[in-house]
């Protein structure tokens, strides 16, 4: 079993559309949960992360982590196509290392 | 010097040649780690580097190696290329304690096997 399995794309929405991408883990001991943004032909930037379950809001963009069914997830409102990009979702443990969701490629038309 | 700065972006290679990427860390950050990320798929950790001593290593064969010099900057050396280590190899730096919030990614080094 992957340490961290992503829900596979690609999502195609309308612009001003809510997106839900989700993610399931495997370790409870998991802490930290990161949502990363990558570009075409970038790295990943950071875009939210949260230590503990429940929701971490930044504006249009919510995380929600569920530690009881080992889910992550992120929302987000009134998608715009700037938004067009893959979402990542990764867990660091207590060690070094990120491990990382196979990524969900989401494309917002306007 | 500010974000993190690899190179090259890309190049191309022979299978069977060996392979040298460069990572120049954030100013201030002393430790390094190493991802691959193959067409289509997540990051995969390769290893970290903390005061140029390995400090963990994922599951990748011994002719994945690497260094990190006094300055931090890190090279990852990859021998004897095959077509599937053809991938964006990702180099991110952080200040050791400070959490995984604080790690930095490079903008990556498209290598490609032919």
């Known amino acids: 079993q992957k340490e961290v399995e992503q829900d596979p794309g690609p999502l195609s929405v309308p612009e001003g559309a809510i997106v839900s991408l989700n993610c399931t883990y495997s370790n409870s001991a998991f802490q930290y949960f990161m949502w990363y943004r990558q570009y075409s032909r970038k790295g990943p930037e950071l875009l939210m992360y949260t230590y503990s379950s429940g929701n971490k809001e930044d504006g249009r963009f919510t995380a929600q982590v569920d530690k009881s069914s080992k889910y992550i997830s992120l929302f987000i409102r009134d998608s715009q196509p700037s938004d067009s990009a893959t979402y990542l979702c990764a867990i660091h443990n207590t060690g070094n290392q990120f491990y990382f969701g196979t990524g969900t490629s989401l494309t917002v038309i306007p | 010097e500010t974000g993190v700065t690899q190179s090259p972006t890309h190049l191309i290679k022979t299978r069977g040649q060996q392979v040298t990427l460069r990572c120049s860390s954030q100013?201030?950050?002393?430790?390094v780690s190493w991802y691959q990320q193959a067409l289509g798929q997540g990051p995969q950790f390769i290893f970290q580097y903390y005061r140029e001593e390995e400090n963990g290593r994922g599951n990748f064969p011994p002719r994945f190696s690497g260094l990190q010099f006094p300055n931090y900057s890190s090279e990852l050396n990859v021998n004897a290329l095959e077509l599937d280590d053809s991938a964006l190899y990702l180099c991110?730096?952080?200040?050791?304690?400070?959490?995984?919030?604080?790690?930095?990614f490079g903008q990556g080094t498209r290598l490609t096997v032919v």
């Open positions: 991110a730096s952080s200040l050791g304690g400070t959490g995984p919030a604080l790690i930095l």
């Open positions: 100013s201030g950050h002393n430790t």
